[in-house]
Nanobody, 117 residues
Framework: QVQLVESGGGLVQPGGSLRLSCAAS????????MGWYRQTPGKQRDLVAT???????NYADSVKGRFTISRDNAKNTVYLQMNSLKPEDTAVYYC???????????WGKGTLVTVSP
């Protein structure tokens, strides 16, 4: 079992920055894939950024060059640095862990990011 707790969301003006954190506990290993997704009301949950294998990363086209995912394996924590935020980045951001060993997906409860003047 894996538990995920996100933090760092909030209200920010366009052009501003936020850093999201996701602390994982339980049966998590350095090879497990951690990432971030986001969802707006009435829409599906979409990939924002994720580690694919090892230190390789994958980003949604809409955030490339603005967002950076990073990970501290010693702390079992994944971060999402979001710069040059736009109103269309407004969403609930969810942390995700894919267990390579069990094939199971785990989700946090989400943290709201609102980008507005």
């Amino acid at each position: 079992q894996v538990q995920l707790v996100e933090s760092g969301g909030g209200l920010v003006q366009p052009g501003g920055s936020l850093r999201l954190s996701c602390a994982a506990s339980g049966n998590i290993f350095s090879r497990d894939r951690m990432g971030w997704y986001r969802q707006t009301p009435g829409k599906q949950r979409d990939l924002v950024a994720t580690f694919t294998s090892g230190s390789s990363t994958n980003y949604a086209d809409s955030v490339k060059g603005r967002f950076t995912i990073s990970r501290d394996n010693a702390k079992n924590t994944v971060y999402l640095q979001m710069n040059s935020l736009k109103p269309e980045d407004t969403a609930v951001y969810y942390c995700n862990v894919f267990s390579v060993f069990t094939g199971m997906n785990y989700w946090g409860k989400g943290t709201l990011v609102t980008v507005s003047p």
